[in-house]
């Protein structure tokens, strides 16, 4: 082989190489492009996890200010009726006093 074959054969595989490392990174760039796509996906996913867990424990404050709404009314009705069943009960009581002193 004569020297200029040697320099033609070397820079076709310095040509091939530099080719591979184009190729390398361009593959390397589109995963890149992948991952960050990902990324973002997750970071979108994350936000609407966090919105609805949000919403979540508006729903939650909610139901909680209305069972304790509820709770307080049946409470003040239940404390209504047994003042209604003391009065009688007084009343009966001072019947019964009235007919027994007669």
């Known amino acids: 082989e004569s020297m200029l074959e040697r320099l033609e054969i070397e820079v076709g595989e310095r040509e091939d190489e ?6 390398d990174i361009a593959q390397q760039s589109v995963q890149l492009l992948m991952h960050k796509s990902q990324t973002r996906a997750l970071r979108d996913e994350i936000d609407m996890l966090e919105l609805g867990g949000k919403q979540a424990g508006h729903d939650i404050a909610a139901v909680d200010s209305q069972l ?4 307080k009314k049946l409470l003040q009705g239940w404390e209504e009726e047994m003042r209604k069943e003391r009065q009688g009960r007084g ?12």
Do not use: F
């Not at 304790?68 to 709770?71: I, L, M, N, T």
């Not at 009343?91 to 007669?102: A, G, I, P, V, Y």
């Open 91 to 102: 009343r009966e009581l001072e019947e019964e006093r009235t007919r027994w002193k007669s």
């Open 18 to 23: 530099k080719l591979q490392l184009i190729n």
């Open 68 to 71: 304790r709404a509820e709770r």
